[in-house]
């Protein structure tokens, strides 16, 4: 089944699909599409169980078979627009980011360059994998019993999201209390970090991999953008760099976690350098 996606911009410019975070939506990109309608064929995608894409059963195998949603949405896009999606940039935010990854390993030949803002690789030790894992169990029991209103106060307290002062944090949970506690859960465990590869390991892979292969198409190149005030992804994205993983790294003034909703002047500024 297609997921949801709206589609914006100029038909003939290079194409860029947009996958946004967790408790998100299409429309979280609002502020950066303005931006950039001119420059890109913009196409936002609502993840599973997130705005209009809707839940379905096999949703719980996680990554892969988003890689196969999505997949499927491309191909309906392609019948769609006569062919013009058979290679596009890919732009993820967090849990929008690790399913890039995901779908990048999954059709190589489909990405140019893979976008990744404040997007986790995966965890190294079991411990680390265990100690996630019962996190997202503990906040997926917590949307799956609480008003969701209640719930996301807490969420937005986390570290990762501390450059964020009440007001704003407010403003978010008017936005995004609206969603589905028990959808929430659902997308929160079966998209666990937990449970996710070491995508860090297979892209270095399939880089040597394509490189190897004659008549291969080209790696994607991969640039990788966080907010100054977001240590925590700033450290995985200079380790990232470090380990040849990616081409590029751009940290961001003023801002922290949410790089295209707080500075998306800046974000559009960086993504037309690139191309």
Not at 89 to 112: C, D, Q
Not at 259 to 271: G, I, K, N, T, Y
Request: proline share 4%; charged share 20%; with cysteine.
């Amino acid at each position: 089944m297609s997921l949801s996606y709206y589609c914006s911009g100029n038909v003939n410019a290079p194409v860029l699909v947009l996958l946004h975070g967790f408790l998100g939506s299409a429309s979280d990109w609002c502020s950066l599409l303005a931006l950039l309608k001119e420059d890109y064929y913009l196409i936002t995608v609502d993840l599973p169980g997130h705005g209009l894409s809707h839940w379905v059963e096999d949703d719980v195998q996680g990554a892969d078979y988003f890689c196969h949603r999505l997949e499927q949405t491309v191909q309906t896009i392609e019948q769609m627009e006569g062919g013009s999606l058979i290679r596009f940039n890919l732009l993820g935010y967090s849990l929008g980011g690790r399913l890039a990854m995901a779908y990048t390993i999954a059709f190589p030949e489909r990405v140019e360059k893979l976008l990744l803002e404040g997007a986790h690789p995966g965890l190294i030790s079991e411990q680390e994998r265990s100690e996630r894992y019962q996190s997202d169990l503990h906040w997926a029991g917590r949307f799956r019993n609480e008003p969701v209103a209640d719930v996301l106060w807490d969420w937005y307290k986390q570290p990762v999201f501390s450059d964020l002062d009440d007001s704003q944090i407010r403003s978010l949970i008017h936005e995004r209390s609206k969603g589905s506690g028990l959808l929430l859960a659902d997308a929160l465990m079966s998209f666990s970090l937990s449970k996710q590869p070491n995508y860090c390991r297979a892209l270095s892979r399939l880089k040597a991999e394509c490189q190897q292969r004659t008549g291969s198409p080209l790696f994607p190149s991969v640039h990788y953008f966080y907010g100054e005030h977001d240590r925590k992804f700033g450290q995985i994205g200079q380790h990232l760099l470090t380990e040849q993983v990616i081409h590029s790294i751009h940290p961001v003034v003023g801002c922290g976690h949410n790089v295209h909703r707080e500075q998306p002047d800046v974000m559009a500024r960086l993504l037309r350098e690139l191309f």
